[in-house]
Antibody, heavy 121, light 110 residues
Framework: QVQLVESGGGVVQPGRSLRLSCAASGFTFSSYVMHWVRQVPGKGLEWVAVMSYDGSDKYADSVKGRFAISRDNSKNTLYVEMNSLRPEDTAVYYC???????????????WGQGTLVTVSS | QSALTQPPSVSGSPGQSVTISCTGTSSDVGGYNRVSWFQQLPGTAPKFMMYEVSNRPSGVPHRFSGSKSGNTASLTISGLQAEDEADYYCTSYTSSNTLIFGGGTKLTVL
């Protein structure tokens, strides 16, 4: 069965960096478009970034230039490197997989349990 | 880009129907049929409920249905049940090849 497990969250000071990981299993990771989505506690969902199976990426304006999404297909792992962190980046970060392989329609069928990032001094 | 517009809250009694709207622009909801819906219970990850406007993944009850007209997509829940009480989010593909979420709607079953 499809499993996505995020890790790497924690408390970090403003301006510092943090890297989140999403370990995938139960499917051919290299064939799927993967996303990061975040949610401020008690607030709504916000799309963060996407990495295609071919290595191309896109970002939300709120994180462009500060966050970098990447993947290691040999380790079945998705990453997001978050730099110049701000208090408003405090959120639960989820990784999510598209419904179909080799497709980028934006249908996020599978989600991890999320990892909490707190940006605070 | 601003979030898609959803009503903050809707409510209905058991057995009734409720509809949650999701309004965007011609650059997202109106321009593509790549609209999906999620249900989120407190403390859990979102659950994929609808895709391509009106298609249900396996396991989603038939009383959940989706539609779209112009720049507005809708999720209708018929025969409301207590277990449907949750937050609901829409999302759409955009002309920038990104995704955009709605602000979320809290459904209360009276």
């Amino acid at each position: 069965q499809v499993q996505l497990v995020e890790s790497g969250g924690g408390v970090v000071q403003p301006g510092r960096s943090l890297r989140l990981s999403c370990a995938a299993s139960g499917f051919t990771f290299s064939s799927y478009v993967m996303h990061w989505v975040r949610q401020v506690p008690g607030k709504g969902l916000e799309w963060v970034a996407v990495m295609s199976y071919d290595g191309s990426d896109k970002y939300a304006d709120s994180v462009k230039g500060r966050f970098a999404i990447s993947r290691d297909n040999s380790k079945n792992t998705l990453y997001v490197e978050m730099n110049s962190l701000r208090p408003e980046d405090t959120a639960v970060y989820y990784c999510a997989r598209e419904r179909w392989d080799f497709d980028s329609s934006g249908y996020l069928e599978y989600w991890g349990q999320g990892t909490l990032v707190t940006v605070s001094s | 880009q601003s979030a898609l517009t959803q009503p903050p809250s809707v409510s209905g009694s058991p057995g009734q129907s409720v509809t949650i709207s999701c309004t965007g622009t011609s650059s997202d909801v109106g321009g593509y049929n790549r609209v999906s819906w999620f249900q989120q219970l407190p403390g859990t990850a979102p659950k994929f409920m609808m895709y391509e406007v009106s298609n249900r993944p396996s396991g989603v009850p038939h009383r959940f249905s989706g539609s779209k007209s112009g720049n507005t997509a809708s999720l209708t829940i018929s025969g409301l049940q207590a277990e449907d009480e949750a937050d609901y989010y829409c999302t759409s593909y955009t002309s920038s090849n990104t995704l955009i979420f709605g602000g979320g709607t809290k459904l209360t079953v009276l």
